[in-house]
């Protein structure tokens, strides 16, 4: 079921917000100060192209730094790039079949509002299943 969602994601929206995490990317990375700010785009850009079967988590270790880092990503691009996940989601949710891919669009706008300080992950190795299946 993963694998489906991530094809029909990749067609309707994966590719286009990639596209915009990568050229965030790209910007930020020309620009020596924000390098950081650049590999995390690429980090969620990564993200945002096949999400299912993955997911993002807190990192505890984050402090301050994040918290600063983060305002500086939202005046640099994050605003816009969670303006396209809101439209994206808005169009997705349209159809009965876009709904559940409009849904994780939406997930994505906090992630595009704070990027640093989270980590994706595999939901199979560390993800909140490993409990069940005894891992």
Do not use: Q
Not at 95 to 101: A, K, M, V
Not at 115 to 124: A, H, K, S, W, Y
């Amino acid at each position: 079921m993963r694998l489906i969602l991530n094809i029909l994601w990749l067609v309707l929206s994966g590719f286009w917000l990639f596209l915009g995490y990568l050229a965030a990317g790209v910007v930020l990375c020309i620009l020596i100060i924000t390098i950081p700010w650049g590999i995390a785009s690429f980090r969620i850009g990564f993200y945002a192209l096949w999400p299912f079967g993955r997911e993002t988590v807190t990192k505890p270790t984050s402090g301050i730094g994040s918290l600063l880092g983060n305002i500086v990503w939202v005046v640099l691009a994050g605003w816009w790039l969670a303006l396209g996940h809101i439209f994206t989601g808005i169009l997705l949710c349209v159809t009965i079949i876009g709904i559940p891919l409009g849904i994780a669009n939406f997930k994505l706008v906090p992630v595009s509002l704070m990027p640093l300080g989270t980590e994706v992950r595999d939901i199979r190795r560390g993800g909140p299943f490993d409990k069940t299946l005894g891992r």
